[in-house]
């Protein structure tokens, strides 16, 4: 069944905060006007105007999400799902991932999605000042680890193979190094190599 309007801009809104997100801020990711999703545009008088064809699928596209992933999010059943939730000074402590950085053992709590759970989300909590103005102690970052291809601009959670966990914006992926870019200015910016990295998950969603 086709995705109504009210449909449309609502998966747009919960894609936005997903991502922690304004509309206007999605907007810019996507290298659209700002005001291209505010609620002004969604109706001329009283007729319905719709997102272009083309800005949907450049959102889609920066967001990293799907056509079906996006209707599954925009339709009804786009409800509140349980993802684990642990204190970001424990992820780097041993017995929480397994070798392929996916959530195992005992000591996660639980916290609530506005989304669809999946196999390789789950979310870290937010300690200290490192991550400031971007996130504060407290907020609840959510990691996708099933993410196949990232981008200059992503904000990731790393963590090497020594236990350190960062969250950083990636500036450059190559074959044997990844270049991050410090969220707190007062922290310097890293270079890792490759073979020091244990995983590497995208930041889907803040709660913000």
Known sequence: MPLTHTQIWTGLDRLARRHGLSASALARRA???PTSFNPSKRMSGDR?????TESLTKVLGVCGVSLAEFAALAGDGAVEAPVPLLG?????DDGFFDDQGMPVGEGWDLMAFPGRAREGLFALEVSGDSMLPAYRAGDRLVVDRAVTEYRRGD???VRTTAGEVLAKELKRRTATRL????????????VLELKEVSWMGRILWASQ
């Open 88 to 92: 970001f000074a424990q992820a780097g």
């Open 155 to 157: 904000r990731v959670v």
């Open 48 to 52: 319905p105007r719709w997102p272009s």
């Open 179 to 190: 270049e991050l870019i410090s969220l707190n200015p007062e922290f310097r910016d890293r």
């Open 31 to 33: 290298n659209l006007d």
